[in-house]
């Protein structure tokens, strides 16, 4: 079991380490072991390319006949843009092999652990399966629900303010907390605010690196029932580099709809008043496996209001602003009483620098 364990967060660390790179796939490594060593690794690094078992049995070579196979989700049994990797298993000679989880894909579901077993080899499931479970959280969420997995990430100051009374938030977090963000975009497939972020703060949207694009940039998306985003704003001007989704509705003004259309920016029209609901469905339907929510009181409100969260990031400054006419993190109607007050678990806890601290946890639905 000591083994097993090592080997798995070995495989683990390996499939972290591309975070960002393999959406829609989930994040997979694989360790394999023999007489003791390591003799293969790899993770998936793309969707579309070879996944983490073909490059571990690739590297281990002959030295894969007899070996253990540590892989951190189920070996896919069906032919997609790949071939299975489950016969590629077989083939290798592996003896042995360990998944941390099954996999929810009902092109999969079991059925490769099935092959594996019906070749003849040892299969042990549900090594380290809570860690690789949280690890794919988006990748489960979404092959369930079709709907991306939402995290809606705030930064406030000690008494809970997003921004002052006359709108100004720039910097609430140290430079840290904002380095963080930045490398939280790049691991998401989009963006999401409001148009009154849009309008307040012109925000770019993107991961950046010392001020430059870094990395894979998600898709900006901006909630505008009426099509107020100025077309001096940022996400208009720069989509050649980064693309911009705006969700409005059909009262929205159709000339602005066409100057939008041509700078390259897709206007997508859902029913009015725009709900959560119905924004999650298309995203979903677009292939958003993954969204971070980053706007204002407003629209962190109606994500809540819809029970649309699945994660919660919080940055908290140690700093007091006051002003009881400030915003908060989270607006809108709220919950008539601590009763329905939406508790938070599996916390994770962290400072950051020397005055922020950062929150992590998943909402309890009841």
């Known amino acids: 079991m000591e083994q097993d364990n090592k080997y798995m967060a070995w495989a683990l660390d390996l499939a972290r380490s591309v975070a960002g790179q393999t959406s829609p796939n989930p994040l997979v490594g694989a360790v394999v072991v023999k007489d003791g060593a390591v003799v293969g690794m790899g993770a998936h690094l793309k969707a579309g390319e070879p996944h983490a078992e073909v490059h571990a049995l690739r590297m281990a070579g002959e030295r894969a006949d007899g070996a253990t196979l540590y892989v951190t989700l189920e070996p896919c049994s069906h032919h997609g843009k790949t071939p299975p990797c489950a016969d590629a298993v077989v083939a290798a000679g592996i003896s042995r092999v360990v998944v941390a989880t099954l996999d929810p894909n009902p092109l999969v579901a079991g059925t490769g652990v099935q092959k594996l077993r019906s070749a003849g080899l040892d299969v042990t499931i549900g090594t380290l399966e809570k860690e690789a479970k949280q690890l794919n959280e988006v990748f489960f969420h979404y092959i369930t629900t079709k709907r991306p997995f939402v995290t809606v990430k705030t930064a406030s100051t000690l008494d809970g303010k997003i921004a002052s009374v006359t709108g100004h938030s720039r910097w609430i977090t140290g ?107 298309e995203l979903g339907e677009r292939g958003i496996t993954s969204l971070l ?74």
């Not at 849009?198 to 993107?206: F, K, M, N, S, Y």
């Not at 003004?253 to 920016?265: D, H, M, N, W």
């Not at 819809?306 to 140690?318: G, H, P």
């Not at 709220?334 to 992590?360: K, N, P, Y």
């Open 293 to 366: 929510v980053e706007g204002g009181a407003e629209v962190n409100g109606s994500f809540l209001q819809a029970r649309a969260v699945q994660k919660v990031v919080s940055y908290v400054s140690l700093k007091l602003i006051g002003g009881s006419d400030a915003p908060s993190p989270f607006g809108g109607k709220g919950f008539s009483t601590m009763d329905e007050a939406v508790a938070l678990s599996e916390i994770q806890i962290e400072q950051i620098g020397e005055q922020d601290i950062r929150i992590v946890g998943y909402p309890k639905w009841s």
């Open 175 to 281: 430079s840290e907390a904002r380095a963080q963000v930045h490398e939280l975009r790049r691991q998401y497939d989009a963006i999401l605010v409001g148009v009154g972020t849009v309008l307040a703060d012109d925000p770019e949207l993107t991961s950046r690196r010392e001020g430059k694009l870094y990395g894979r940039q998600p898709i900006r998306v901006i909630l505008d029932s009426h099509l107020r985003t100025p077309m001096t704003a940022r996400v208009v001007q720069d989509t050649e580099k980064v693309l911009t989704w705006i969700f409005t509705t059909v009262s929205a003004s159709t000339e602005k709809r066409e100057a939008l259309l041509k700078k390259g920016i897709s206007v997508i029209t859902v029913a009015e008043p725009m709900m959560v609901e119905a924004v999650l469905e």
